[in-house]
């Protein structure tokens, strides 16, 4: 879907797993893919080599910036705590005005559902701000997903920030 929409794939350069479906159908699909992989992960992860581009840094910090830089938005798909992990933190930078991208889950079959419910629960605790708790997009289908992620606004700058809270 997304090659078919001429946008190019940024990932964390693993050829297995889920990150290695989605490069696999993107370049089947004739699209752009971009691999971004930390040196120390090329032997592990089974770097995928066969990419439009494959990117090693020296550090999954630097990774992180990396793919960050490069990237106009984010959606991670079900996985697991590497995935949490860098899904949380961009929302993180998100929230403190590092970046202004819009952060989407991809809810298949509600894999996420407990994790949203979390964030509802963050809120009605008073540890999350509504204008950030909207800063997460979910849904199950990918293509509506991908049209709320090009579609979505960010709020203005001042109130991102938490700066017109009372």
Not at 89 to 112: D, F, M, S
Not at 113 to 131: I, S, T
Request: hydrophobic fraction near 45%.
């Amino acid at each position: 879907m997304l090659a078919q929409r001429g946008m190019t794939v940024v990932f964390g350069g693993g050829h297995v797993g889920m990150m290695g479906a989605v490069a696999d159908a993107a370049l089947a699909a004739g699209g752009e893919v971009i691999g971004v992989i930390p040196e120390g992960l090329m032997r592990r992860e089974l770097a995928y080599e066969e990419l439009t581009e494959l990117i090693v840094t020296s550090s999954m910090h630097e990774r992180k910036q990396r793919m960050s830089d490069l990237s106009d938005g984010f959606m991670a798909l079900p996985g697991g705590f590497g995935t949490l992990e860098e899904f949380c933190e961009i929302v993180t930078w998100a929230q403190l005005g590092v970046h202004r991208k819009p952060c989407g889950l991809l809810n298949v079959a509600g894999y996420y559902d407990r994790l949203l419910g979390m964030f509802d629960h963050a809120l009605g605790e008073g540890f999350l701000q509504p204008v950030h708790h909207g800063l997460v997009l979910a849904d199950a289908d990918p293509a509506t997903l991908l049209a709320r992620m090009q579609a979505w606004e960010p709020p203005p700058l001042k109130r991102w920030l938490g700066q017109d809270a009372a």
